[in-house]
């Protein structure tokens, strides 16, 4: 079992940059990828981007590409979302999810961290 918790979201002007962070809890990522998602009000979840933890790795869709960076703290267990240049239509809930390598599918979710960006 993977626990992820969301954190660092809130309410930025248009232009401005926030960190978001998903500290994650329960066993070793070692063997695991990290994405990011996020779910705009009346619109579908979309992918962001994700990370595979063993070696770095990232990889972002159209959403992520760009503005958005994703990066990892051994240390910490943590991943985070650098967003800058954000835009009033990056407002959503932003999730993490954790996966294990060669799965398909995302089996662990955070609870997600609200994102509001004023124009």
């Known amino acids: 079992q993977v626990y992820l918790v969301e954190s660092g979201g809130g309410l930025v002007q248009a232009g401005g940059s926030l960190r978001l962070s998903c500290a994650a809890s329960g066993r070793s990522l070692w063997n695991f990828h990290m994405g990011w998602f996020r779910h705009p009000p009346g619109k579908e979840r979309e992918f962001i981007g994700g990370i595979k933890w063993s070696d770095g790795h990232t990889y972002y869709t159209t959403a992520g590409r760009g503005r958005f960076t994703i990066s990892r703290d051994n240390a910490k267990n943590t991943i985070y979302l650098q967003m800058n240049s954000l835009k009033p239509e990056d407002t959503a809930i932003y999730y993490c999810?954790?996966?294990?390598?060669?799965?398909?599918?995302?089996?662990?979710w955070g609870q997600g961290t609200q994102v509001t960006v004023s124009s």
């Open positions: 999810a954790a996966r294990y390598n060669n799965n398909d599918d995302y089996d662990y």
